[in-house]
């Protein structure tokens, strides 16, 4: 069955604006028909299309389950600013592999910014990919914080790792089943300062390589998830 996202009214989910033109226009999907809902929660909705009006389809709810697809675990990634389309590639990767958040900062080697206008297509490219991997929970993409937000906020995580490609390649991350809450920090184009890297460490942050080679932001960035979360059981 087909995928959309919804809204909830009364008994009834509605869905609306590009995923209902989709249902409608492109898939010519009709009364009667089945589809799978997503409301951003835990759950997949089985609904079957009741009725069209102007702007939005009608469905009713024949039943729901709980999604397989969704994060275990809370793994938060901390990525500094890339450029444009980089930027929407790793946010679309962090959807498909189990991020629950990405919190975009600025480091001392950023050359890009993240705009408003930009906010509201990652949200378009967060739904699809839910949509592709058969997730219901929206991977949330934060404000744009500075460094010392970031570092401020390592409390909040049983365990924080972050990529150095000038770390000892015999550094290895264990048992991460054990931990619950994970954050991960990937640097821009431009890698970290050896500043940053020191405030990183003293503020309780684990220092980790790839390996030898020296990977693009974006790489470094989906190797890294992809390690934490099956490592992690996510």
Known sequence: MRRFF????DDKIIIEND???HLKNVLRLGVG?????????????????EKFEKNFAVCKINGKKECPGNPKKEIVLFQAITKGPKFEFIVQKATEIGITKVVPFLSEYCVAKISEHKKERLESIIENACKQCERTIKTEVCN????????NLFSDFDLVLFANERADVGEK???LEKYN??????GSEGGFSQKEKEKFIDAGATSIS????????????????SLVSILSGN
């Open 19 to 21: 995923d209902f033109k």
């Open 181 to 186: 809450k994970i954050a991960i920090i990937v």
């Open 173 to 175: 991350i264990k048992n």
């Open 33 to 49: 028909a089945d589809v799978i809902v997503s409301l951003n929660d835990e759950f997949e909705y089985i609904c079957e299309v």
């Open 6 to 9: 919804g809204r909830k009214q």
């Open 210 to 225: 790839l390996g030898k080679r020296i990977y693009r932001a974006e790489t470094a960035s989906v190797a890294m998830m």
């Open 144 to 151: 744009v914080r500075k460094v010392e937000d970031v570092i």
